[in-house]
């Protein structure tokens, strides 16, 4: 199976800073098929990104997700205060699906 | 607005049978797959199965000899059983909704608040 090594663990930054998340494949990613979601406690995930590139429905455009192959980058552009959470990739280019440990994004 | 809504027991004992249902409201289960996946507490996410409103199922080749997955169009519903639990199976269970009604897509955009089952004596 795939695995996806998420970088840093926790990223510790500003209102209104760039965030930068990393996910890293074990092997190339069939397709793009990648996906990034968010968490905030005691919610369910909430779909941000889509075969690597696609915003999902009613996201907002400082969210943006680039890469192929085995390296992934979810871009946030102007950190708002409701984006502070967990942010998880996950491949379903090849089964099992498989989901990163998480970057915790955190208020600095 | 399509929601999902996990229910059943939050507690069961060691060795014995986790069932879980999620109910679909506000849309139709055909013509789409759906997922469990579980979450430790304070842990990453893990995906179990899938299920297609036909039937047919995929299961995490970790967990295939222990778990099933069923559902019920009649009552839009789906199910999941994991049977022999110990305490690492304790975790919030979510069911969720695959991104489009296409093979391949195994992401998840609808997701239900999750369940907390935990398996103790």
């Known amino acids: 199976e795939i695995v996806l090594t998420q970088s840093p663990g926790t990223l510790s930054l500003s209102a209104g800073e760039r965030a930068t998340l990393s996910c890293r494949a074990s092997?190339?990613?069939?397709?793009?098929?990648l996906v990034w979601y968010q968490q905030k406690p005691g919610q369910a995930p909430r779909l941000l990104i889509y075969g690597a590139s696609s915003r999902a429905t009613g996201i907002p455009d400082r969210f943006s997700g680039s890469g192929s192959g085995t390296d992934f980058t979810l871009t946030i552009s102007r950190l708002e205060p409701e984006d502070f959470a967990v942010y998880y990739c996950?491949?379903?280019?090849?089964?099992?699906?498989?989901f990163g440990q998480g970057t915790k994004l955190e208020i600095k | 607005q399509l929601q999902l809504q996990e229910s059943g027991p939050g507690l069961v004992k060691p060795s014995e049978t986790l069932s879980l249902t999620c109910t679909v409201s506000?849309?139709?289960?055909?013509?789409?797959?759906w997922s469990w996946i579980r979450q430790p507490p304070g842990k990453g996410l893990e995906w179990i199965g899938y299920?297609?409103?036909?039937?047919?199922?995929t299961y995490n080749p970790s967990l295939k000899s222990l778990i099933s997955i069923s559902l019920d169009t009649s009552k839009n519903q789906f199910s999941l059983t994991l049977s022999s639990v110990t305490a690492a199976d304790t975790a919030v269970y979510y069911c969720?909704?695959?991104?489009?009604?296409?093979?391949?897509?195994?992401?998840?955009?609808?997701w239900g608040h999750g369940a907390l089952v935990t398996v103790s004596s």
């Open positions: 506000g849309g139709s289960i055909t013509n789409y797959y």
């Open positions: 299920i297609y409103y036909t039937g047919s199922t």
């Open positions: 996950q491949q379903y280019g090849s089964s099992p699906c498989t």
């Open positions: 092997q190339s990613v069939s397709k793009s098929y």
């Open positions: 969720a909704r695959h991104g489009s009604p296409n093979w391949g897509s195994h992401f998840f955009d609808y």
